[in-house]
């Protein structure tokens, strides 16, 4: 059997950002890692995020928020996509590659229906750009 390298995606909620991530990192590296999400103050995933996976095509049947003491322990990528003061991170060993990713948090824009749903689209766009970096960073590694 052979064991894959773990990633967690954090934001505060685990509502947009990062189960966006979760989804985008299954996708683009799910064949490498094990790709988990979570927050530390979970709530459940925003109906917009969900919209913005589901018109891209992605899967979204499995994803709820949680927390970090809902996912392993042996993580040896951690990335946050909130602004650093948002978040309450877990403490991690030394061997775990900590990365920031800082996004806007597509759950705090307003206005009309149609423009807050692009944001979270324009999001998942940004997020995914990011992953697929990462993955060529690897492969380039």
């Known amino acids: 059997m052979v064991i894959k390298p773990k990633i ?3 934001c505060v909620a685990n509502s947009c950002r990062s189960q966006m991530a979760e989804v985008l990192g299954l996708h683009y590296l799910g064949h490498e890692f094990d790709v988990y999400s979570a927050g530390s103050k979970p709530t459940q995933p925003n109906p917009h995020a969900l919209k913005a996976l589901n018109s891209c ?13 809902q996912i392993p322990d042996d993580i040896d990528y ?11 991170c877990p403490t991690f060993p030394t061997t775990v590659t900590r990365l920031a990713w800082p996004t806007p948090d597509p ?3 307003s206005g009309q229906e149609n423009e807050i749903q692009d944001f979270f689209t324009e999001t998942l766009r940004s997020i ?3 992953i697929i970096q990462f993955q060529q960073q690897l492969s380039d590694s």
């Not at 095509?57 to 003491?69: E, V």
């Not at 951690?78 to 309450?88: F, G, K, M, N, P």
């Open 8 to 10: 967690l995606f954090m």
């Open 57 to 69: 095509g992605y899967n979204t049947s499995t994803l709820f928020s949680k927390s970090f003491d």
């Open 78 to 88: 951690a990335i946050s996509l909130c602004q650093e003061q948002e978040l309450t």
């Open 107 to 109: 759950a705090s824009v």
């Open 128 to 130: 995914e750009q990011r």
